[in-house]
């Protein structure tokens, strides 16, 4: 399930909740990690043995589950033990349950020394733009919170946020990724940053100030794969203006290397706008605005729902809001 919101999230089918039945609420720590065992080893020996119990206690175990949730979770057969479909729910949350509880034994354990904790996953671009301002302005509100920042692809990401490896993510908005997580995220809209044509130093269009259309779709290319948010722009942009994939000669991932490649090779690529322009590529890169109808990237911040959010998460929804609307603005270039 997912919703995007720009208010503090407050999942309304949380509100309705009936309390906890009894069998649920007996339930424990170990019977979510002896799922979790069970479907990493596909093994009910192996995972008693993980676990340190005996089988008998396992498939005690198992059974108090399934007596909870009222449903079969667990299927034995002569290839080994697979979970049904009806423990995908369950499993997904008793992983995030049992990150959740480790990480408030380490926030307890450091005691007074500790001023919050955030496990936050980045894209590379972000990590290189946004994270370090945001940093600085999360210690501002909280002088003493520890940030752990982890870089991936987007369906990475959110994987780890679903289990709850993560507390957030900021990216480039793909809803099918996140929707395939099959976890109740939130969205929380930041900016929107306009996207640019760039001719390498060496390209006939180098230091051009407009050029038409057909010397920009000749080429030649550095573009992200095919499977990437940046490539779903240009492939958009170039059928919107009547014209035949681009085949680009150089594939590769990461704004930083797309730009690298342009600026020795000579090649034309496509780059945030804030990235293009900052002062380290002056002289090897140049831009091309407004040849391809190009739109704007929106950036987000993903988090699991909650009924109320921590003051962490709370100062980094509102960080994160801020610094990316000094960086990227509306969307447009100013």
Same mark, same amino acid.
């Given at each position: 399930?997912?919703r995007?919101? &720009?208010?503090?999230?407050?999942a309304?089918?949380?509100?309705?909740?009936?309390?906890?039945?009894?069998?649920?609420?007996r339930?424990r720590?170990?019977? =979510?990690?002896?799922?979790?065992a069970?479907?990493?080893?596909?093994s009910?020996?192996?995972?008693?043995?993980?676990?340190?119990?005996?089988?008998?206690?396992?498939v005690?175990?198992?059974?108090?589950?399934? =007596?909870? =949730?009222?449903?079969?979770?667990?299927?034995?057969?002569? +290839?080994?033990?697979?979970?049904?479909?009806?423990?995908?729910?369950?499993?997904?949350?008793?992983r995030?349950?049992?990150?959740?509880?480790?990480?408030?034994r380490?926030?307890?354990?450091?005691?007074?020394?500790?001023?919050?904790?955030?496990?936050?996953?980045?894209?590379?671009?972000?990590?290189?733009?946004?994270?370090?301002?945001?940093?600085?302005?999360?210690?501002?509100?909280?002088?003493?919170?520890?940030?752990?920042?982890?870089?991936?692809?987007?369906?990475?990401?959110?994987?780890?946020?679903?289990?709850?490896?993560?507390?957030?993510?900021?990216s480039?908005?793909?809803?099918?990724?996140v929707?395939?997580?099959?976890?109740?995220?939130?969205?929380? +809209?930041l900016?929107s940053?306009?996207?640019c044509?760039?001719?390498?130093?060496?390209?006939?269009?180098?230091?051009?100030?407009r050029?038409?259309?057909?010397?920009?779709?000749?080429?030649?290319?550095v573009?992200?794969?095919?499977v990437?948010?940046?490539?779903?722009?240009?492939d958009?942009?170039?059928?919107?203006?009547?014209?035949?994939?681009i085949?680009?000669?150089? &594939?590769?991932?990461?704004?930083s290397?797309?730009?690298?490649?342009?600026?020795? +090779?000579?090649?034309?690529?496509?780059a945030?706008?804030?990235?293009?322009?900052?002062?380290?590529?002056?002289?090897?890169?140049s831009l091309?605005?407004?040849i391809?109808p190009?739109?704007?990237?929106?950036?987000?911040?993903?988090?699991r729902?909650?009924?109320?959010?921590?003051?962490?998460?709370?100062?980094?929804?509102?960080?994160?809001?801020?610094?990316?609307?000094?960086?990227?603005?509306?969307?447009?270039?100013a």
């Amino acid at each position: 399930m997912l919703r995007s919101t &720009e208010t503090e999230p407050v999942a309304a089918d949380q509100a309705d909740e009936p309390a906890l039945s009894k069998a649920v609420s007996r339930l424990r720590i170990r019977h =979510f990690q002896l799922l979790d065992a069970l479907d990493r080893l596909g093994s009910l020996r192996r995972a008693a043995l993980e676990l340190g119990v005996t089988q008998p206690a396992a498939v005690a175990l198992i059974d108090d589950l399934e =007596f909870a =949730f009222g449903a079969p979770l667990v299927a034995r057969g002569r +290839s080994g033990t697979t979970l049904t479909p009806a423990a995908g729910a369950v499993l997904a949350r008793g992983r995030v349950a049992v990150h959740e509880i480790a990480t408030a034994r380490r926030l307890v354990a450091r005691g007074a020394q500790c001023g919050g904790h955030l496990r936050l996953g980045a894209s590379p671009y972000l990590i290189s733009t946004l994270v370090p301002d945001l940093l600085v302005r999360l210690r501002d509100v909280l002088p003493d919170i520890q940030t752990d920042v982890r870089e991936g692809t987007l369906d990475t990401l959110v994987a780890e946020l679903a289990r709850g490896e993560l507390d957030a993510v900021l990216s480039s908005v793909d809803h099918a990724a996140v929707l395939s997580s099959g976890a109740s995220l939130d969205i929380v +809209s930041l900016a929107s940053e306009h996207m640019c044509v760039v001719a390498g130093r060496g390209h006939p269009l180098f230091g051009v100030a407009r050029a038409p259309l057909d010397q920009v779709l000749l080429g030649p290319w550095v573009l992200p794969h095919a499977v990437s948010h940046l490539r779903a722009l240009v492939d958009s942009a170039v059928f919107e203006v009547g014209a035949a994939p681009i085949v680009p000669q150089v &594939e590769c991932r990461g704004v930083s290397n797309l730009l690298l490649i342009a600026a020795a +090779s000579g090649l034309l690529t496509v780059a945030p706008h804030y990235e293009a322009g900052r002062p380290h590529w002056r002289g090897n890169i140049s831009l091309l605005d407004d040849i391809l109808p190009l739109n704007a990237t929106p950036y987000v911040l993903v988090t699991r729902r909650y009924a109320a959010w921590t003051a962490e998460l709370a100062a980094l929804r509102e960080q994160a809001k801020t610094v990316a609307g000094q960086l990227f603005g509306t969307g447009r270039p100013a």
